[in-house]
């Protein structure tokens, strides 16, 4: 079945303005789309609509005058989270398969089955909240396939997945989508640019600004994808060239017989660990070898044995850091603490500089990170991308010492992981250290001055040897 939408105008409740305009798509029956656009276009709201959660599930004020949608469609979203249901892998599995009516007796084999083919090697009684982001990710993708509807709605599917995950994945999904329909956003298109019959652009209002087949898009519209910051597979020749970074003299943390673990088993152990100012440090390592574990222990955020010293002072409480460390999570909606985007950088701020300085300053780095349109919304309300932004603009608004970011450039456009990864290297440039995870290769070639790497339980200088 076809998707067509004709005349279609939506507004969220606290924007100022429509989001779509008369806006017109159809997608033909099979066909193989990807949506591309900035950040807060609209991609995933229109995904929203093409699925029938706008306004079926999601209540949002919404007219067409045609509105042709699939009967049956299975998501993936960005938050891998926001689509589970149940406690463990298992029972996540076995409810999508209660639903399509099969034998219990089939149900065991075929847990197995899906758990290989996404390339999710775990216990399946395993609780899906002990997972880390990659995992769950490929959980969200064996609960989508399973489903075995005709239509695919792929929301970012691959984004917290390792290189070779990622690849592997899209392999997968090509291997399942013959006679299906599947609509996909991604701003990694490496592996699926070419795959694809047509690429649809969307401008930063909200609109769709053309639409043609990958070579050609490639080739004749260049411009108009870099203009709207669009992600393609020639974007890296656009990347800032910055200057090589060398560490100042100075260790600002130090690990001893770190031992790290998840539940009873045990991850990794780091007999020795220095962290030096003004390091730019970039965290590496496949799906589910511990990297945010590691964070969260050096952050005192979960139990670790060992001995962790911050300015050669033992740090037994995260508060003993007394502000000199921030983190920036994988899901930044865990960090929101006002109602809007201005007071989430504002509120850092003013504990420095007062009110008025602290105003001038977070219109500054609001502006530079392209939040202005949306400084009176509140956090929960923004795109991803743009609540990836405001995560990083409060965290360089307390002005720390150690900043730690988990994967800071998903969600995010070419236009604004460039400018992101510029204000980084400004940062690290003036004495703050930056540790961050990050699955993206261009960025661990180019930009850190030192590359750690987990690999079977230990933590080793230096990139992987695919590199």
Known sequence: MAIAVKNLRLKFPEAQARLFTDLELTIEDKEKVLIVGPSGSGKSTLLNVLGGL???????????????????????????????????????????????????????????QILGTVGLDIDPAAAIHTLSGGMKQKLAIASALLQQADTLFLDEPTSMLDEGSAEHLWETIQQMWDGRTVVIIEH????????????????????IDRI???????????????????????????APRLPEIKAQSDVLLEARDLVVRRGKRQLLT???????????????GDNGTGKTSLLLALMKLIPSDGDIQFKNKKVKKQKHYNGALYPVFQNPELQFITNTVFDEVFINLELHFGREGAKQKADALIERLGLGKVRHLHPLEISTGQKRRLSVATAAGGIPEIIILDEPTFGLDQRHAFRLLQMLHDMVKSGTTIIMITHDEEIKIRYPSRRLRIEDGTLMEGGGSDD
């Open 270 to 284: 780091i007999d020795a660990l220095d962290i030096w100012k003004g390091e730019w440090i970039t965290l590496e």
């Open 54 to 112: 706008i306004p079926n599930v999601i209540d949002v004020l919404m007219k067409a005058d045609q509105l042709e949608l699939p009967n049956s469609g299975a998501y993936v979203f960005q938050d891998p989270d926001s689509q589970f249901t149940m406690p463990t892998v298992a029972e996540e599995l076995a409810f999508i398969m209660e639903n399509r009516q099969v034998e219990r007796e089939d149900m065991d084999q075929r847990i197995v």
């Open 188 to 207: 990694r298109v490496e592996n699926i640019w070419d795959k694809v019959d047509r690429v649809i652009l969307m401008d930063d209002q909200g609109r």
């Open 212 to 238: 043609g087949p990958p070579d050609e898009m490639l080739e004749n519209h260049r411009d108009a994808l870099d203009a709207f910051g669009v992600w393609h597979p020639e974007s890296w020749h656009n």
